[in-house]
């Protein structure tokens, strides 16, 4: 069975640090491409960064860029966001997504709360 585990999630106080982790099993995770997105209460879900199957083809949205790094070990079937600098408008839950056509596979997600 296909499964995207979450962690790392938490609160957290602006301009502090955060990674989250997300482990994957029953697939071949080194053939899939890895994502995190996040979703706010009443907002669209966005895509926060990727990274290709090795970690050479690497993106992210403009508003982490330079704050957030994507990483991934596939000895470790895991893949992992480092969040610096955080704001309270990264406030949302944050999801993993595996990605090798036609196939989806998505995780529960994990909170990041960012206050004060």
């Known amino acids: 069975q296909v499964q995207l585990v979450e962690s790392g999630g938490g609160l957290v106080q602006p301009g502090g640090s955060l990674r989250l982790s997300c482990t994957a099993s029953g697939f071949t995770f080194s053939n899939y491409a890895m994502q995190w997105y996040r979703q706010a209460p009443g907002k669209q879900r966005e895509l926060v960064a990727a990274?290709?199957?090795?970690?050479?083809?690497?993106g992210y949205g403009d508003s982490v860029k330079g704050r957030f790094t994507i990483s991934r070990d596939n000895a470790k079937n895991t893949v992992y966001l480092q969040m610096n600098s955080l704001k309270p408008e990264d406030t949302a839950v944050y999801y993993c997504?595996?990605?090798?056509?036609?196939?989806?596979?998505w995780g529960q997600g994990t909170q990041v709360t960012v206050s004060s």
């Open positions: 990274i290709g199957t090795i970690g050479g083809s690497i």
């Open positions: 997504a595996a990605r090798r056509n036609p196939s989806e596979y």
